[in-house]
């Protein structure tokens, strides 16, 4: 009975908040870049921006989805996780991965 509730460092806390904050704007972003890729993409095979426009509705609705999940599911795992390496470690894979989309996008 003599347990103590465990303390995280308010600096670790804030810092998962800002991290959190940044990749959250990211993936808002790699909706917009990925939309941008699939224009190029379509009219590079040969298509037409129209044929693109009839494809994109659907794709950004499942992106959509795909990051709200994302967004909802690392959230559950930093609040576990704050200040331990493998919070760290999804937050280094997740803002990789989504600059990697933006210098993506910037190449093509």
Known sequence: MNEHPQTRPIGFTILAIVLWLVSFGLALQSIYIIKEIVYLITVRLGGSVR???????????????????FII???????????KPESW??????????LSLLILYYIL
């Open 51 to 69: 044929q693109a426009e009839n494809f994109l509705p659907t794709l950004i609705f499942v992106l959509a989805l795909l990051v709200m999940a």
């Open 73 to 83: 599911g690392s959230t559950e795992y930093h609040m576990k996780r704050v200040g």
């Open 89 to 98: 470690r999804l937050f280094g894979w997740t803002i990789a991965v989504e």
